[in-house]
T-cell receptor
C-alpha cells in the first residue's frame, strides 16, 4: 500500500505566482512530517518540518489530520525555488518513507 | 557540506561482483541510513542503524549488506544477489531520538552505481 503520495511529478508556475505542492499520507497514528528539497547540483536537504512550525524561504506546510495531508505552499514563487521536493512522513526509524517527489519549475 | 561524505561518486561493476559503497560522517550522529533512489520512485530505505554494532533491514534489504563497527562509518555492500543494482545510492545520518521519533536527516552527495 502506498504510504505517501505526491500526485504531481512536474509542476510549473510563473514567477510571483502562488505555488502548492501536494502531499497525502496514509498512516495510523501521528507521523512526523518533513519536506526535503534538492536544488540542482546540491545534495538533498531539509526544507522544513511540521514540528518546528517555521516558515523557511517563504514556504509553509500545514498538517491537515482529517485529510492526512501536508501540502507545501508559498504565496509568491521565485526562480530559485526551482528544485525537486520530497514529502517525508515518518513514524520512526523503521518507517522512513519518502514520496516520489515533485519537480517544481518557476518560469521567469 | 563535509559533514557526511560518500565515495566514490561513480562506480562501475561487472555482473556477479560484490561492491562496497562508503559512507562517513563527522556529525557525531548515532543513526545512519542507506537509501536507493530510482527515477520516479523516490527514496527507498535499504538499511538503517541507530547505534554502533546494530542495524536493521529497511524495505528493500534483499541483496544488500551493511556493517556498523564505528559510529562514523556505515558501508553498504551491494552483493551479486541484488537483481537490479544499477541505481543512485544515498547515505544519511541523524541524531537518535527517544521512542519512535526521527530527527532531521543529513544526506551525503550520493554514489551512482552502474552494473555493466
Amino acid at each position: 500500500a502506498q504510504r505517501v503520495t505526491q500526485p504531481e511529478k512536474l509542476l510549473s508556475v510563473f514567477k510571483g505566482a502562488p505555488v502548492e505542492l501536494k502531499c497525502n499520507y496514509s498512516y495510523s497514528g501521528s507521523p512526523e512530517l518533513f519536506w526535503y528539497v534538492q536544488y540542482s547540483r546540491q545534495r538533498l536537504q531539509l526544507l522544513l518540518r511540521h514540528i518546528s512550525r517555521e516558515s523557511i524561504k517563504g514556504f509553509t506546510a500545514d498538517l491537515n489530520k482529517g485529510e492526512t495531508s501536508f501540502h507545501l505552499k508559498k504565496p509568491f514563487a521565485q526562480e530559485e525555488d526551482s528544485a525537486m521536493y520530497y514529502c517525508a512522513p515518518q513514524t520512526g526509524a523503521n518507517n522512513l518513507f519518502f514520496g516520489t517527489g515533485t519537480r517544481l519549475t518557476v518560469i521567469p | 557540506d563535509g559533514g557526511i561524505t560518500q565515495s566514490p561518486k561513480y562506480l562501475f561493476r561487472k555482473e556477479g561482483q560484490n561492491v562496497t559503497l562508503s559512507c562517513e560522517q563527522n556529525l557525531n550522529h548515532d543513526a545512519m541510513y542507506w537509501y536507493r533512489q530510482d527515477p520516479g520512485q523516490g527514496l527507498r530505505l535499504i538499511y538503517y542503524s541507530q547505534i554502533v554494532n546494530d542495524f536493521q533491514k529497511g524495505d528493500i534489504a534483499e541483496g544488500y549488506s551493511v556493517s556498523r563497527e564505528k559510529k562514523e562509518s556505515f558501508p553498504l555492500t551491494v552483493t551479486s544477489a541484488q537483481k537490479n543494482p544499477t541505481a543512485f545510492y544515498l547515505c544519511a545520518s541523524s541524531t537518535r531520538l527517544a521512542g519512535f521519533r526521527t530527527d532531521t536527516q543529513y544526506f551525503g552527495p550520493g554514489t551512482r552505481l552502474t552494473v555493466l
